[in-house]
């Protein structure tokens, strides 16, 4: 069974915090993993990686594929109330995207 | 500006009845997606068409139906057999033949009473 398994569920912290959110995948038919920021209503995509060990970065948040060890974390530093929202990781499996359950982070000031 | 709009944001209907959301796009995408996301479940794939004409069930198409007769629209509808249908349902659109991130709608709330 094709499973996408985000840690942890949830998280709070204060503002200038730096955070991990972890993303772990199966490797049938593996093409890419992707990162989305929910907040209220439509997620926005954040990232897409394709390649180990290379990582992307947008300002305060960055992210890294490790394919040996079938995960992800994404990384955002020096936290603001803005970036609570829940954290989407999906994995794109021939046609369509299996998403995990987000990990909601709340950044309290 | 090109976009996915799900329309209505709200809906409200009694056990029983059925219910179309509406999803549209000009992005000019082949693929479309529906997805239902409950607290605590992340999103799961109801169904999903990447051409017109066709599409395929997801993990939980049980309970709804979709059509594909153009590209820029793929409705879904919510029958009486889905036993748990009040849910967040979000419609999203990506190009084929390559690895696209997909766009999202801002979906539709589905309470059914």
């Known amino acids: 069974e094709d499973k996408v398994v985000q840690s942890p569920l949830s998280l709070v912290v204060h503002e200038g915090d730096t955070v991990t959110l972890n993303c772990s995948y199966e490797?049938?038919?593996?093409?890419?993993l992707l990162w989305y920021k929910q907040e209220k209503k439509a997620p926005t995509f954040l990232f897409m990686l394709?390649?180990?060990?290379i990582e992307k970065k947008s300002g305060r948040l960055s992210s890294i594929l490790d394919k040996k060890e079938l995960s992800s974390i994404l990384n955002i530093t020096a936290t603001q109330t803005g970036d609570s929202a829940i954290y989407l990781c999906?994995?794109?499996?021939?046609?369509?995207?299996?998403f995990g359950k987000g990990t909601k982070l709340s950044v309290k000031p | 500006d090109g976009g996915i709009t799900q329309s209505p944001k709200y809906l409200f209907r009694k056990e029983g009845q059925n219910v179309t959301l509406s999803c549209e796009q000009n992005?000019?995408?082949?693929?479309m997606y529906w997805y239902r996301q409950d607290p605590g479940q992340g999103l799961r794939l109801i169904y999903y068409?990447?051409?017109?004409?066709?599409?395929q069930k997801g993990d939980i198409a049980e309970g709804y139906s979709v059509s594909r007769e153009k590209k820029e629209s793929f409705p879904l509808t919510v029958t009486s057999a889905q036993k748990n249908p009040t849910a967040f349902y979000l419609c999203?659109?990506?190009?084929?033949?390559?690895?696209?991130?997909?766009?999202f709608g801002n979906g539709t709330r589905l309470t059914v009473t």
């Open positions: 999203a659109s990506t190009r084929t033949g390559g690895d696209s991130p997909l766009h």
């Open positions: 490797v049938t038919n593996f093409r890419s």
């Open positions: 394709t390649s180990s060990g």
């Open positions: 999906a994995r794109r499996s021939q046609g369509n995207l299996i």
């Open positions: 992005l000019n995408h082949d693929a």
């Open positions: 068409s990447q051409i017109v004409n066709d599409f």
